[in-house]
C-alpha cells in the first residue's frame, strides 16, 4: 500500500521561507516521479513543481525562481523548499505521484499540509 505523509507546513511572515517535506512508502521511491500541487481556498488545486524519476524538475510558473523541488531517494522523501513567500502562496499543499507513467484519477496523494503565508 503506497502512503505519501507530507510535513513541514506552517505560518510564515511574506518572504520568509519553508520546506516542505514528503515521505513515500510502500513503492520504490527512485523509481517515480514525484509532484507538489496545491489547492487555495476556493481555488481548484493547481500543480507547483514535479521531480521525475529521471532527475529532471519542472515548475509553475508562478513559483519559478522561488520554489525547489528535490528528492532524497535514500530517504524515499522528495521536498519542496519555498522562498520569497507571498500570501498568494497560502494553500494546502499536496504530495502527488503517479499510479501509472502519468498523471490519472488513481494517483496516489497525502494528506497536506497547511501554508499560510502573512501579509
Known amino acids: 500500500q503506497v502512503q505519501l505523509v507530507e510535513s513541514g507546513g506552517g505560518l510564515v511572515q511574506a518572504g520568509g521561507s519553508l520546506r516542505l517535506s514528503c515521505v513515500a512508502s510502500?513503492?520504490?521511491?527512485?523509481?517515480?516521479?514525484m509532484g507538489w500541487f496545491r489547492q487555495a481556498a476556493g481555488k481548484e488545486r493547481e500543480f507547483v513543481a514535479m521531480s521525475w524519476r529521471g532527475g529532471l524538475t519542472s515548475y509553475a510558473d508562478s513559483v519559478k525562481g522561488r520554489f525547489t523541488i528535490s528528492r532524497d531517494n535514500a530517504k524515499n522523501t522528495v521536498y519542496l523548499q519555498m522562498n520569497s513567500l507571498k500570501a498568494e502562496d497560502t494553500a494546502v499543499y499536496y504530495c502527488?505521484?503517479?499510479?501509472?507513467?502519468?498523471w490519472g484519477p488513481g494517483d496516489y496523494w497525502g494528506q497536506g499540509t497547511q501554508v499560510t503565508v502573512s501579509s
Open positions: 510502500g513503492r520504490t521511491f527512485s523509481l517515480h516521479s
Open positions: 502527488r505521484s503517479p499510479r501509472g507513467t502519468g
